[in-house]
């Protein structure tokens, strides 16, 4: 899929993390992009990014999800790439998690990116051309102990990726799904739950990556020109989905092994 200079973009959750980097890199490359987020007004981070746009988008409200069709149409007159990209975090043991908390995660990390795939496909159809790009994780692949809401949702994503890049294919339409481990982003600010110790230990683990989102964008905009489907952005999540799919033994033993060693600090 060719990211081409003048390719028109909209991203959501771009005012930080991973949206913030695919916003200030597709904006180098001479991309016209529309950055979305939650804040009514031009978020600090994004001023001074020649070629970025901003639009107040809350990806749980079909309302703002119109409004930044609109402008699309008005502006453009059409998209070649939408980034469904927002997404917040929760996670711990499940007798500790909250149906409000779910209902929270699932509202956004899922059906925000399907409010976008649906509102945004017949303007593709009618093109006959266009690239859906999903965040979800390597979580969506894999699905350690203690991320119950987390893993769900984000298997969600990757199911309706996949669906929707067998579904849209014959129209022309790419889909992509980024699937990353932990890397250096603001995520753990949204962390939710009654379950502190499993915060704490994922907040760390965030944190103390070596892996910056910057680089993580790289390999995703790398990975689209290659028309990958699944993008697989670093050696943990590689490693973790092949003993999956082809040892699943091992895969086991190790999730055990994480399970137990979890359990004992309880």
């Known amino acids: 899929m060719d990211i081409a200079s003048a390719s028109r973009v909209l991203i959501t959750g771009a005012a930080s993390g991973l949206g913030l980097a695919l916003a200030t890199q597709l904006a180098g490359r001479g991309c016209r992009v529309l950055g979305t987020d939650v804040h009514e007004e031009l978020p600090e981070s994004l001023r001074g990014v020649a070629g970025v746009s901003y639009l107040k988008l809350d990806v749980t409200q079909d309302a703002d999800w119109a409004r930044a069709h609109a402008w699309v149409a008005e502006k453009w007159d059409g998209l070649d790439f939408l980034f469904n990209n927002a997404g917040v975090a929760a996670g711990g043991r499940i007798e500790l998690s909250e149906m409000d908390q779910w209902q929270w995660i699932i509202d956004i990390n899922l059906l925000g990116v399907a409010r976008g795939c649906r509102l945004f496909v017949p303007m593709f159809k009618a093109q006959g051309s266009g690239c859906i ?92 020109e290659k028309n990958r489907h699944i993008i697989l952005t670093d050696r943990e999540g590689r490693l973790a989905y092949a003993a999956k799919r082809f040892a699943r033994p091992v895969y086991y033993r190790t999730m055990e092994k994480l399970s137990r060693h979890m359990a004992a600090k309880d």
Request: proline share 3%; hydrophobic share 45%.
């Open 133 to 224: 790009v999903n965040t979800a994780s390597a979580a969506g692949l894999v699905h350690p102990a203690r991320m119950s809401e987390y893993n769900t949702v984000k298997a969600g994503v990757v199911a309706l990726s996949e669906t929707l890049f067998h579904e849209l294919k014959p129209f022309g339409i790419h889909v992509a799904v980024i699937c990353p481990t932990f890397f250096r982003t603001n995520l753990a600010q949204s962390l939710r739950g009654r379950d502190e110790a499993s915060q704490r230990s994922a907040a760390k683990l965030i944190g103390t990556s070596k892996v910056t989102a910057d680089q993580i964008a790289s390999v995703v905009l790398t990975g689209i």
